[in-house]
T-cell receptor, first 112, second 114 residues
Framework: QKEVEQDPGPLSVPEGAIVSLNCTYS??????FMWYRQYSRKGPELLMYTYSSGNKEDGRFTAQVDKSSKYISLFIRDSQPSDSATYLC????????????FGAGTQVVVTP | NAGVMQNPRHLVRRRGQEARLRCSPMKGHSHVYWYRQLPEEGLKFMVY????????ESGMPKERFSAEFPKEGPSILRIQQVVRGDSAAYFCASSISGGDQPQHFGDGTRLSIL
């Protein structure tokens, strides 16, 4: 079993819809949770960075962490075609201090 | 450009040759991380370095791979005697300090082995 599970998609939504992404994990020592966006042939771009459980909002993006369920989510409101990319969840903590454990990434397509 | 700089962007090598990948961290960042992304797979941690020190190399293959981050100059990931299975995208990330600080990535080096 992988430490971090993420549905690879693709996830197709119409422009303006809410995109809902999630990851589950098995290591209860993880404390830091990140979401990255990766366009084709580019490096991952940090979108959200959260510590422990709770919600964090930044513009159209909301990240949620539920440590009791080992489940994290990213919501993108008012999605745009430019949001079409692969979204990667990543986490660290415990023995993984300093090294990120990534999900496989979810490909998102926002259609005009 | 204040971001993480990697070069070359593309590198082609024949089997048995050496590959050297370079990474200059963001200004003010003293911690560097290397990750590998194989086709259809996620990013996998390889090594974590601070200036002149290897902090964690638990993701590095035991043979042919080495990494350094000297006092002056970029971090180098070196692959000796490359094989076809080394073909991948290699990403470097940096952070201002270690452990819990967010990591920022470069655009990677795409290594192709003929």
């Amino acid at each position: 079993q992988k430490e971090v599970e993420q549905d690879p998609g693709p996830l197709s939504v119409p422009e303006g819809a809410i995109v809902s992404l999630n990851c589950t994990y098995s290591n209860s020592a993880f404390q830091y949770f990140m979401w990255y966006r990766q366009y084709s042939r580019k490096g991952p771009e940090l979108l959200m960075y959260t510590y422990s459980s709770g919600n964090k909002e930044d513009g159209r993006f909301t990240a949620q962490v539920d440590k009791s369920s080992k489940y994290i989510s990213l919501f993108i409101r008012d999605s745009q075609p430019s949001d079409s990319a692969t979204y990667l969840c990543a986490m660290s903590g415990g023995d993984s201090w300093g090294k990120l454990q990534f999900g496989a990434g979810t490909q998102v397509v926002v259609t005009p | 450009n204040a971001g993480v700089m990697q070069n070359p962007r593309h590198l082609v090598r024949r089997r048995g040759q050496e590959a050297r990948l370079r990474c200059s961290p963001m200004k003010g960042h003293s911690h560097v991380y290397w990750y590998r992304q194989l086709p259809e797979e996620g990013l996998k941690f390889m090594v974590y370095l601070q200036k002149e020190n290897i902090i964690d190399e638990s993701g590095m293959p035991k043979e042919r791979f080495s990494a350094e981050f000297p006092k002056e100059g970029p971090s180098i990931l070196r692959i000796q005697q490359v094989v076809r299975g080394d073909s991948a995208a290699y990403f470097c990330a940096s952070s201002i300090s270690g452990g819990d600080q967010p990591q920022h990535f470069g655009d990677g080096t795409r290594l192709s082995i003929l």
